[in-house]
């Protein structure tokens, strides 16, 4: 058996890059009092504004009762309210404040900068063969599209420690 160097493993080098960029977005994040699950659903609602908590909890992969919580925090820092369901009396829409909008701006904008400091060594070129090789790899890996797979693991961490 040949001893292979963890530097010269493609697993290890991803691990290692993946686990330096979510320390450093969620630094980010947390100097607007924010971590990655509230901005899963800021960003979930800035695609589509009102969606129900169900269809967050669905989209995001997490229990409903997690969805519940994480409406509260955002609802606590005027991030988004909570209506009536125009469709369904029994669900409460969610919808994104101006305050929220704006952070979802900064946070894009910062977002913008890590990604373009990550990907620095890599000229144009190289970054537009790099993002459709990592879509293959996380679709071979039967990840869901845009949603971070911590998110599910960090909610019941914290919903534990409670």
Do not use: C, K, W
Not at 6 to 35: P, W
Not at 114 to 133: F, G, N, T, V
């Amino acid at each position: 058996m040949v001893n292979r160097p963890l530097d010269s493993r493609g697993v290890f080098l991803l691990s290692q890059i993946g686990h330096h960029v979510a320390y450093r977005f969620t630094e980010q994040l947390s100097r607007l009092d924010l971590d990655p699950a509230h901005f899963a659903v800021l960003g979930h609602l800035a695609a589509e504004d009102g969606r129900s908590q169900q269809e967050l909890a669905d989209l995001l992969r997490v229990h409903r009762n997690a969805m519940v919580g994480l409406v509260d925090e955002l609802q606590e820092r005027a991030l988004v309210t909570r209506r009536p369901h125009p469709d369904d009396r029994r669900a409460h829409a969610v919808h994104l404040t101006d305050h929220a909008r704006e952070m979802l701006e900064a946070v894009q904008s910062e977002a913008d900068a890590l990604e373009s400091e990550i990907l620095a060594p890599l000229d144009e070129s190289e970054r537009s063969l790099l993002i459709p090789l990592l879509h293959r790899i996380a679709a071979h890996a039967d990840l869901p599209a845009g949603i971070h797979p911590g998110l599910q693991r960090r909610r019941r961490a914290r919903r534990n420690a409670q």
